[in-house]
């Protein structure tokens, strides 16, 4: 399994926008299904948005317009920038991996096996 580490989050005012990054040690991302999810405190985890290794993206409907997935091969390395962040995005922040062509059914967290430790975005109003 990929060793993925998240860093950026932190805490901010309903509005404002935060970047998180995940990287990648020991393998190359190059060919991996890619994604975010969070766990909000006291709910299950859910899926935020994925990305192909060609680019192609899927979200979750509430981030949809506000989250941007993306990847940078050549540094290994995964982002999620979140625009307008409101109270209810507040959650413990994961990126995951799968060597394989994204799924239709990858928002769900059991398509995923290599996860990193979880960064927390808490957002206030």
């Known amino acids: 399994q990929v060793q993925l580490v998240e860093s950026g989050g932190g805490s901010v005012q309903a509005g404002e926008s935060v970047r998180l990054s995940c990287t990648a040690s020991?393998?190359?991302?190059?060919?991996?299904?890619m994604g975010w999810f969070r766990q909000p405190p006291g709910k299950e985890r859910e899926g935020v948005a994925t990305i192909n290794s060609d680019g192609r993206t899927t979200y979750a409907d509430s981030v949809k317009g506000r989250f941007t997935i993306s990847r940078d091969n050549a540094k290994n390395t995964l982002y999620l920038q979140m625009n307008g962040l409101k109270p209810e995005d507040t959650a413990m922040y994961y990126c995951?991996?799968?060597?394989?062509?994204?799924?239709?059914?990858?928002?769900?967290?059991?398509?995923?096996?290599?996860w990193g430790q979880g960064t927390q975005v808490t957002v206030s109003s």
């Open positions: 020991g393998y190359s991302l190059k060919n991996y299904c």
């Open positions: 995951a991996a799968r060597y394989d062509y994204c799924s239709w059914w990858s928002l769900n967290t059991r398509y995923f096996d290599s």
